[in-house]
């Protein structure tokens, strides 16, 4: 048994997260943002059609999920408050035919409304004819037969109010009856979704093109994260009416499901060699902007911990802004690889650093800085000992090892003892005594 939700959400919306959040006028492309982020709670999502007098609003199928979220009661409380943080006001009910739902969610006083199973007709039958908004000609008609609620409708043959309004008569029928429907479509979201802008009349890129584009950077996250995904990849365009179009594509080194972290990587991009478009003498005056997701990929996962979340965060912004100003290509992560040498025992790699399928296989411990090349220490190994290399020094307290190395006996043969030394400052460092030389070398600091 299917069970559909009914979201209305009127006529008006206001950004909560922009300095101007003042209602505006709810469009199509918001219902569009909405149906996205709303794939969090249901794959299953339909809207009305387009120039139906349906109202704003879509449906959800929910049977298959609402377990998911603590039954259909927590559900629907779940989805309302999803949706008026959002900056939208909204109304829902469910029930087990989508019309039944769209109607209560409409025109029943409440925020949301929950038909026990099976009892579409019972709770329709209490509700007005003009809910159904029928034709003049139908109305009439319905008025000369005392026909002024539903469970009136319902007990009307149906072939008879078929034959005198048609199929009109047939829907209206049908619904008060709560017979069996057809499913309405299913929306289907685009593999790479955008939000896009145009200026009639262009306009001056001044501060307004950042407010403008924070709005559809806010949609864009909502629709990418509506499906549990992040942007890996991102094509912002920019045309003008006497310039050529800026074209700005963007690669990050950290997948990005926030709008704020996205609103900074685009901004320092705009004013990326320290001028903005509107500081030149004449500035081009904007006519279109489109914000492109051009590759996604599943969100990572972000631990349930609020401070170690909120550092995650402000990792992840880093991360990105540096990839901004110095190429994504730039910023790199280090993993430890299994390796005989220490000088190739680690490996950069793109950020996140992405988990070894052949970990090494003992956890061995390394210093954070390893030297390029190994420094001559002059001192000895021994507790209390004075050690000198090229712009350091120290004293011993305590030393560990040795652990030795060998190999490479077909190039540079190397064979080392290992230690780590303890200075009296508390740092520690990375030592070892080549045993062909016997000689001591600082190879490494620690963090």
Known sequence: MKRWAYIHVGDQRSYPDVNDNSPQICETRDLLVLAESLLRFTPHIALPPLKADTGNGLWLEISGSSHLFGGETSLIEQILDFVTSVGFHPAGAIANRPETARLLARFRQGPAYIVPPNRDRDVLS???????????????????????????????????????????????????????????????????????????????????????????????????????????????????????????????AHPLSNEKALFEAVRLRLSEGGSRPWESPDPPRISYLSIQASELVDAPQIQNNLFHRQQQHQEVALINRLGVVLGSGNVLSASIQNSHLPDTSWVGGSYPPQESENPPERQIQR??????????????????????????????????????????????????????AELQRGERIWLYRDLHTHTLHIHGIFD
Request: proline share 10%.
């Open 126 to 252: 209490q509700l007005p004819i003009g809910i159904l908004n029928p034709s003049s000609g139908a109305s009439r008609f319905l008025h000369q037969l005392g026909i002024t609620h539903l469970g009136e409708l319902a007990r009307l043959n149906l072939t008879d109010i078929e034959q005198r309004l048609g199929h009109e008569g047939k829907r209206m029928v049908s619904i008060a009856r709560a017979l069996p429907q057809t499913p309405p479509a299913l929306y289907k979201a685009s593999d790479s979704p955008i939000e896009d802008f145009v200026f009639d009349p262009p306009m001056v890129p001044d501060e307004a093109l950042l407010f403008t584009l924070k709005r559809l950077i806010y949609d864009l996250i909502l629709r990418v994260t509506g499906r549990s995904r992040a942007i890996v990849s991102l094509d912002l365009e920019l045309h003008f009416d006497s310039q050529p179009t800026r074209h700005e594509p963007f690669l990050f």
């Open 367 to 420: 210093p954070v800085f390893l030297l390029p090349t190994p420094l001559p220490l002059q001192g000895s190994l021994a507790r209390g000992e004075h050690l000198k290399w090229p712009n350091g020094n120290g004293v011993i307290h305590d030393y560990w090892g040795p652990e030795r190395l060998r190999g490479q006996w077909w190039s540079k043969p190397y064979a080392r003892d290992y230690f780590v």
